[in-house]
């Protein structure tokens, strides 16, 4: 029971966070865009325990701490968007319904390695801001997100293969075969008018699309 | 692909590898039998066989397309697995490249398995010492209990090892199931069933093909108790074993790797700077040779071969003399008395042309490692690709249109057909039936023989001599990166350059090449823009014969038409063929230099082919069009019948002359002796320039010739064959009449 409760709490705080994204939230447009039944008891609820308050004309706006709880939550859903297209490849409609369970899920600490791990990137697939986290900030002192797609690389770097971000069996094996695998440090050489890079002493080209799929650990700069 | 299991009193040396390793060069020195090789990988598409003598007994040695992985993923692979399984051979030779000792190990690892006698080949082993790589070959040795014998397979280094390693060797041990017995899944490996590891990968794999495979070489039992193993396994809450047996190979390889491959720092050792930087000199003062000769006389400027050549006709007239045949051959004079297509003539054009940008070439590809790669880079990126490309073509066409177009076919088809051996026949052979057949206006000689051989093959030949030393060089894998872009545009991707190049030579030809391509869309595409808009070698040289007497304009004019129609089918043609372009993943091999033993042997073989596949057909033309020419239905000569029923086509829609039908019939019969029929018209002054660009429009974009037709046949059915051809004709006609339409609408000349 507690654990519905801290459920619903999140999925209104999230729709509320989006609303006032796109402009203002009322408590009817949250009533309909929430995931879950916003009954009146649930939003006096929010009001008593200090997340939110509404006005007058109904006009719902977060608190302090309505606005950090909802900003967690926010950043773990669209990391696990960012996680599930970059990474295994799902396609973007198919990534939002899996975010949602995700983001119920993912302690604070795992959710800042999966930051860390896609390189704190800054929009999830639709466009929208993922709010930074702690490990954000630190990286952006040291300016290294650290995996990127290898077509990110400067002409002339190198780097490590973290992991393939394509579905396409064939294309994986035929990389593999070609001695492109996790693990395997490659040199960018070129990357127009398609991308070339170096393997051991093999030179191996191929289309863009196949390069942003190759996502290497970036050696971080001095 | 058909595998023929031979008798089996043989042994049999199976060569396995890498593509582009050089396991057709191996094959070649074990048995002496020629087979195509080139610095493009995947040349082999076919299985070659052959026998070799060894101590005593006789081996077939088989030789297999390359491959990346013993777990097929592609054609290729799944046809050397089933030769590996099926055939059950006596000896394995891996063929290697020393220099990328991952990509090799992983194939030795998955060989070990077989449990078949087994000896690694690491070949170009001073490319790898070139680059500083060191490979403890004992220890490889070792590890896999398996003879590994470093060969340079071009030069026959390591030969006689090689032999006697295949008569001594004995079944490899796996090491990864000694050195890691504690992993879970090998710890619970069943070794009931023969390889293995890579069985569990195959059936992950789960390739019904291979499956089937399988269970003919080990019985349907073995496939079922390696499913419920699997079953098991997976059962037990672990991974699927082909994942954890991935990984494992992986780490043998790192390891491996880690261990008997050291690099020293600096890459390309013992060169000498001084002779580098000498031959760096001529290659620049003979680049600079050939774009003052080539573009002088643009700007009016008198160049050095204008100047040489002035002086070779003012006094080599005195200094020649003898008999006239011998005069005509090496002067090459022509009606004016002047110095044209002779020997001399061409030797200078080649002397002053060609060999100061090739020869200092050569020699800095060969001597020095470094300029050869610098080359490899500066030609794959555009700023610096694009200029070398052009370069490359205008020698290209110095060569084709030149030393093949002007010096040989001017000996061949000016002095000694037309000039000697038909007058010479036309004297001996009493007029009649058999002379008209033979040497009349339609002869099996007089039109087939000379235009062949003449005409045609001196231009094909000096195009598969350029193309195999573009091909051996490695030049042609950049191209396909610079080209990549622009094939997408036309559903293709840079792999097809190589048969769409193949077609500037023989379009036929490059039609079987199209196999290299990976989908079926590709292929088709491929072929229908072959026969579309490539012309073959003999039809350019022609064209440009025809195009010369013209103004560059009308070459321009038709360029431009055919390149763009090129385009817009290639474009529209990724509208109604559905699916995507394969994926462009490619590996680049390194600039070489080309033995000019192989380009020699590569174009012989691509000669004789061409011989044997273009003569009959020419012979047949020629005789079709004699008998047409010879029928008189009320009074008038079939063909004549031919060209009032195309009149309405020819006059009304192209306003081309009636004359121009049977040359577009023969244009069915070869392209290129189409085009060749239109080079005599527009010699004897028949055809005005629009005409010319009309009709070389009309004949480049025209139906592929009868053996391109049947080749399309062959690979991709009639039913195709038919609609590419009910396409091309309309199309073809089409767009001539549009750009005469044009052109005389607004008075465009070319004379």
């Excluded at chain 2, 896999?144 to 390693?165: H, V």
Aim: charged share 20%; with cysteine; hydrophobic share 45%.
């Amino acid at each position: 029971m507690e654990n519905k409760t801290t459920e619903e709490i999140a999925e209104v705080l999230e729709a509320v966070w989006t609303l006032q994204e796109q402009g203002n939230a009322t408590v009817d447009e949250v009533i309909h865009s929430a995931k879950t039944t916003v009954s009146d008891e649930l939003l006096k609820k929010l009001r008593n325990e200090g997340f939110l308050s509404v006005n007058t004309a109904g006009q719902i706006r977060l608190l302090e701490k309505g606005k950090t709880a909802a900003e967690k939550i926010i950043r773990r859903h669209r990391l696990a968007e960012r996680l599930l297209c970059d990474v295994l490849a799902y396609h973007v409609d198919e990534s939002e319904a899996a975010a949602c369970e995700y983001e119920h899920l993912l302690a604070e600490g795992i959710t800042n390695s999966i930051c860390t791990l896609l390189g704190h990137p800054r929009y999830c697939p639709h466009n929208k801001p993922i709010p930074e986290g702690d490990c954000c900030r630190q990286a952006s002192r040291a300016l290294t997100p650290i995996v990127i797609p290898c077509d990110q690389l400067q002409v002339g770097e190198s780097a490590k293969i973290a992991y393939f971000s394509t579905k396409e069996h064939s294309r994986l094996l035929k990389l593999s075969a070609l001695g492109i695998s996790p693990g395997v440090t490659l040199k960018l050489i070129q990357k127009w008018p398609a991308c070339v890079v170096q393997c051991e002493e093999t030179e191996i080209a191929f289309e863009p699309e196949v390069a942003h799929n190759i996502y290497v650990w970036q050696t971080p700069k001095e | 692909m058909a595998i023929n299991p031979s008798s089996d009193s043989l042994k049999k040396v199976v060569l396995v590898g890498n593509p582009n390793v050089g396991k057709s060069v191996i094959f070649r020195i074990l048995t002496g039998n020629y087979v195509v090789v080139s610095n493009f990988p995947g040349t082999t598409v076919e299985v070659s066989r052959g026998r070799m003598q060894l101590g005593g007994s006789t081996y077939e040695v088989v030789d297999t397309p390359g491959i990346n992985s013993l777990v097929p993923q592609s054609e290729d692979e799944r046809v050397t697995c089933e030769i590996l399984l099926r055939e059950k051979p006596d000896v394995i030779v891996q063929v290697a490249d020393a220099k990328n000792l991952r990509r090799t190990l992983l194939i030795t690892s998955q060989l070990a398995e077989f449990g078949i006698p087994m000896v690694l080949a690491l070949n170009m082993i001073d490319e790898a010492e070139d680059r500083g790589i060191e490979i403890d070959s004992g220890g490889l040795s070792e590890l896999f209990s398996i003879p590994a014998i470093e060969t340079i397979a071009i030069y026959s280094k390591g030969r006689r090892q090689l032999l006697s390693a295949i008569q001594n060797t004995t079944p490899p041990q796996n090491p990864i199931l000694k050195l890691y017995s504690q992993d879970e899944v090998i710890r619970a490996l069943d070794d009931s069933f023969p390889p293995a590891l890579l069985s569990i990968e195959w059936l992950a794999g789960n390739n019904s093909d291979l499956n089937r495979t399988i269970e003919d070489s080990f019985g349907s039992d073995a496939l079922n108790h390696l499913t419920e193993w699997v079953q098991q396994y997976r059962a037990a809450g672990h991974k699927h074993p082909a994942k954890e047996i991935s990984g494992i190979r992986n780490r043998l390889l790192d390891r491996t790797v880690a261990s008997y491959k050291k690099k020293k720092k600096s890459r390309f050792l013992k060169e000498s700077e001084n002779i580098k930087k000498f031959w760096f000199g001529l290659l620049m003062a003979g680049l600079f040779l050939f774009a003052f000769n080539e573009f002088g006389g643009l700007l009016n400027l008198k160049t050095p071969f204008d100047f040489v050549m002035e002086w070779a006709g003012n006094n080599l007239d005195t200094i020649v003399t003898g008999n006239s045949l011998f005069r005509s051959i090496v002067l090459g004079l022509n009606q004016d008395g002047a110095l044209e297509f002779g020997l001399l003539p061409g030797f200078i054009h080649f002397l002053l042309f060609i060999a100061p940008v090739i020869i200092p070439l050569g020699v800095l590809i060969s001597s020095s490692r470094s300029f050869a790669h610098d080359m490899g880079v500066f030609s794959r990126r555009p700023s610096t690709g694009i200029p070398i490309l052009l370069g490359i073509l205008l020698l290209l066409y110095e060569f084709v249109g030149h030393t093949g177009a002007q010096t040989f076919v001017g000996l061949l088809e000016n002095v000694l057909f037309r000039q000697h051996f038909i007058p010479w026949l036309q004297a001996l052979i009493p007029e009649g039936f058999l002379a008209n057949l033979l040497v009349g206006k339609y002869g099996l000689v007089s039109m087939g023989v000379s235009y062949a051989v003449g005409i045609v093959l001196p231009v094909v030949a000096t195009f598969f001599i350029t193309f195999g030393l573009l091909e051996d060089s490695g030049y042609l894998p950049r191209l396909s990166i610079l080209s990549d872009r622009l094939m997408r545009l036309m559903g293709l991707n840079g792999k097809a350059i190589l048969p769409m190049v193949l077609g500037f030579g023989c379009v036929t030809m490059a039609t079987m090449s199209t196999r290299i391509l990976s989908s079926k869309r590709e292929r088709l595409i491929a072929t229908l823009l072959l026969s579309l808009g490539i012309p073959c070698s003999a039809q350019l040289g022609v064209i440009m014969g025809i195009a010369a007497g013209f103004t560059i304009k009308a070459t321009l004019v038709i360029i431009g038409v055919v390149a763009s129609q090129l385009l817009l089918v290639g474009y529209l043609s990724t509208l109604l063929i559905r699916g995507k372009p394969s994926e462009f993943i490619f590996e680049i091999p390194p600039i070489r230099m080309p033995q000019i033993k192989n380009v020699a042997l590569k174009t012989l073989f691509r000669i004789k082919w061409y011989l044997k596949e273009a003569v009959p057909l020419f012979l047949a033309g020629t005789l079709i069009l004699f008998v047409m020419d010879s029928i008189r239905v009320y009074g008038m000569s079939l063909l004549v019948w031919l060209q009032k029923g195309l009149e309405p086509v020819l006059e009304g829609l192209l306003h081309l002359p009636a004359e121009a039908a049977g040359i577009f019939l023969l244009g069915f019969l070869r392209r290129d002796y189409g085009a060749a029929g239109l080079y005599e018209l527009a010699r004897n002054g028949m055809l005005t320039g629009q005409q010319v660009v009309v009709s070389l429009i009309v004949i480049t974009l025209f139906v592929p010739c009868l053996a391109t037709f049947l080749m399309i046949i062959k690979e991709q059915g009639w039913k195709r064959a038919l609609a590419i051809t009910g396409f091309i004709v309309p199309f073809a006609v089409s767009v001539g009449t549009i750009v005469g339409w044009i052109l005389r609408t607004f008075g465009i000349h070319f004379n």
